[in-house]
């Protein structure tokens, strides 16, 4: 008898727990499977001294194959969820589609940066959920102050050494807080000119500090944070954020280069996808932790709405401590499902929370009991080493360097900007670049199942995607791009595209928001094309289509974005109104004039015809091919006369009037990623 297959979507605080007491009550007894996007539990609690130097960032990442060994682990995203069918559908790292059949399924996919309605934050803004945000944050603030360090403007200077962090909860306190002391110990290495310091801003629309915590913790962590300089804003938010600096919503505008999002979070947008009642954006679960009406399928951490017996009427709050105490009473549920144990309803008491505010200063009250300043340091970094799983001596030990060697103010370069976008699905992973590439086959575990594709709908669910709305910045090796936030084009990344030509030596031609098409480069250059053999569509949205060699052409959006010429050397020329041009289909030639310029071939190795008149024809808009001008100018001829590019694959060179032939295109230089910015 084939033995039963449980599988753990998500390994944070409710996932880990989870998997590793039902590795000890069920090892021999069932198949255990742990998905998750990346091969370590993150301790959160810790990330604000990532950011601020005093950790490595492999202590606060407990490997999941050394502390579960009985626990089969498979890096991936969970997709979507087949109730029905009893599987979950994933992408892999690097693109590849798979399948985990389950007995049992346990939800536990965490939460996400929470975003607000407010223009410019998905831009200018960056989130502190994953281990990518902590180590671009710690690269931004330490190229901040050498910046300002080498600035002659003063007001240059204070823009660059102002930090403003947008909520005043547990994590935005102790990054604050973490972040000040940072700063402080790298201008001392680093001078500023004209006396400037840096200056730090805890904005919160609540009334005080820690608005959910106990409000002598909130005085405390207040005091502390107002004694080292740091300005604290309470009733006060964000109103509009741009490139050089944030409005607040009480008029004032503070020139700066850093905005740090930490107003909440909410649930990973998976949960929405399963079709099950919601709360709040929550699974609704009863005390048992079960979907009513799916027994097999259980749901905690913050992806959970969990009834609170202890406050009847209410759910339990997304907190690391909930969470971590949900995934115990899950594996016991689990385990009895099978056979094993009983089943026990979940309740549970705030047993007290500790606020690390950096050196020797917190704020705690362990089994609700206020303690002072000088008692509150050991008690709350002795809480965090007894609460990690793993780690816990080199924790130790990079504390214990810290206090007797000056802080490492390095900037190590592996984050950009545009890796940690604040509106993912994904914190926990940095965008990388490469490209779009064709839906690969889902391999499937089921037991003579047959393979499927994501990309087509099967397996009831589309691919995870951001909520901007527009395409995205692939991952490496040609993953599918996710989107962006609002709506913009994705751009080329190295990994499987080629990059397009810019005009005059410079930037690379883009698409106006809204679907408007941008002026075509100067100089006559027309944009590259991937190599391929299907014919690329563009998305809704105005980002352009990217067109194949081969002769395929590509086919136009709705949205007035328009299609990128095939690598044939005719670039399509773009209508009034923003409508494509369409190249004759399967690489058929445009019919060319006899009076003796040859007409440009198109890829696909077939040879033009000449209309009379002496001149190629020109694409009429709309797609259709043109009619042939009598004596007209030549089609897609560049500016000043330049011929266009011969095709690459296997049509005949085109040549100049009177036979002379044109040179090969040289090589493309790229520019596609985009520089690091100063937001």
């Not at 902590?134 to 360090?149: F, N």
């Not at 509150?376 to 002795?382: F, L």
């Not at 106006?512 to 190599?531: D, K, L, Q």
């Amino acid at each position: 008898m084939a033995r039963p297959r449980i599988v753990i979507v998500g390994a944070g605080f409710a996932g880990y727990r989870t998997a590793r007491v039902l590795s000890r009550l069920v090892r021999h007894k069932a198949d255990i499977t742990l998905l998750n996007p990346t091969d370590y539990f993150l301790y959160l609690p810790l990330l604000p001294q990532v950011a601020a130097g005093i950790l490595e960032p492999r202590r606060v990442a407990v490997s999941l194959a050394g502390t579960l060994p009985h626990v089969r682990q498979v890096l991936g995203e969970a997709d979507s969820v087949d109730l029905d069918g009893r599987v979950v559908h994933y992408t892999g790292p690097e693109g590849d589609r798979g399948s985990l059949p389950y007995d049992r399924l346990v939800l536990a996919v965490g939460s996400v940066n929470k975003l607000l309605p407010i223009p410019g934050v998905a831009e200018h803004a960056h989130g502190f959920r994953g281990l990518p945000e902590a180590l671009y944050l710690r690269d931004h603030v330490t190229r901040q102050v050498e910046l300002a360090a080498a600035a002659d403007d003063p007001g240059h200077c204070a823009a660059r050494c102002t930090f403003v962090v947008v909520g005043a909860g547990y994590t935005g306190t102790e990054v604050a807080a973490q972040g000040q002391r940072y700063t402080e110990s790298q201008v001392r290495k680093h001078p500023l000119r004209h006396g400037i310091r840096p200056r730090w801003l805890l904005l919160d629309i609540a009334p005080r500090v820690l608005p959910e915590l106990d409000e002598r913790l909130s005085r405390t962590a207040d005091r502390v944070l107002r004694q080292r300089g740091v300005e604290v804003r309470t009733g006060t938010s964000v109103k509009e954020a741009t490139h050089d600096g944030v409005l607040l919503s009480d008029g004032e505008f503070v020139d700066t280069r850093t905005l740090v999002w930490c107003v909440g979070v909410r649930p990973d947008p998976l949960v929405e996808s399963i079709g099950q009642s919601l709360e709040r954006g929550r699974l609704l679960v009863d005390p048992h932790f079960q979907l009513p009406g799916r027994p097999e399928v259980f749901a905690c951490g913050d992806a959970a709405a969990v009834p609170d017996l202890n406050a009847p009427g209410k759910y339990t709050p997304m907190t690391a401590q909930h969470a971590w105490r949900h995934g115990k009473v899950v594996a016991q549920n689990v385990a009895a499902s099978l056979g094993t144990g009983e089943r026990r309803v979940y309740s549970h008491r705030d047993l007290g929370f500790v606020v690390d505010l950096g050196g020797t200063k917190a704020a705690a009250n362990p089994l609700g009991i206020h303690l002072p300043g000088p008692l509150a340091g050991p008690v709350t970094r002795g809480y965090h080493l007894a609460a990690m799983p793993g780690n816990r001596v080199r924790v130790a030990a990079d504390w214990l360097l810290d206090a007797v060697l000056p802080r490492q103010g390095v900037q190590l370069g592996l984050v950009r900007s545009w890796s940690v976008p604040l509106d993912t699905a994904s914190p926990e992973l940095a965008r990388v670049p490469g490209g779009e590439r064709e839906a690969a086959p889902e391999r499937s575990e089921a037991e003579g199942g047959p393979a499927k594709s994501r990309a087509t709908g099967a397996g009831g669910g589309t691919p995870k995607t951001r909520t901007g709305g527009g395409p995205g910045t692939g991952q490496l090796g040609g993953e599918a791009a996710k989107n962006q936030p609002g709506g913009e084009p994705a751009k080329n990344q190295p990994g499987g595209e080629r990059g397009r030509n810019q005009p005059d030596g410079g930037a690379p031609v883009t698409n106006h928001p809204g679907g408007t098409p941008a002026e075509p480069p100067r100089g006559g250059a027309s944009a590259e094309a991937p190599s391929g053999d299907a014919p690329a569509k563009s998305p809704n949205g105005g980002a352009p289509a990217r067109s194949p060699s081969g002769g395929a052409s590509a086919k136009s959006s709705s949205g007035g974005a328009p299609a990128r010429s095939p690598s044939g050397g005719a670039s399509a020329k773009t209508p009034p109104g923003g409508a494509s041009a369409k190249n004759d289909p399967g690489g058929a030639s445009a019919k060319s004039p006899s009076g003796g310029d040859p007409a440009k071939s198109p890829s696909g190795g077939a040879s033009a015809k000449t209309p009379p008149g002496g001149a190629p024809a020109q694409n009429d808009p709309g797609g259709a091919p043109a009619q042939n001008h009598p004596g007209g100018a030549p089609a897609n001829n560049h500016p000043g006369g330049a011929p266009a590019k011969a095709p690459p694959s296997g049509a005949p060179a085109k040549t100049r009037p009177g036979g002379e032939p044109v040179e090969p295109p040289g090589p493309v230089r790229r520019t596609d990623i985009p520089a690091e910015g100063d937001s």
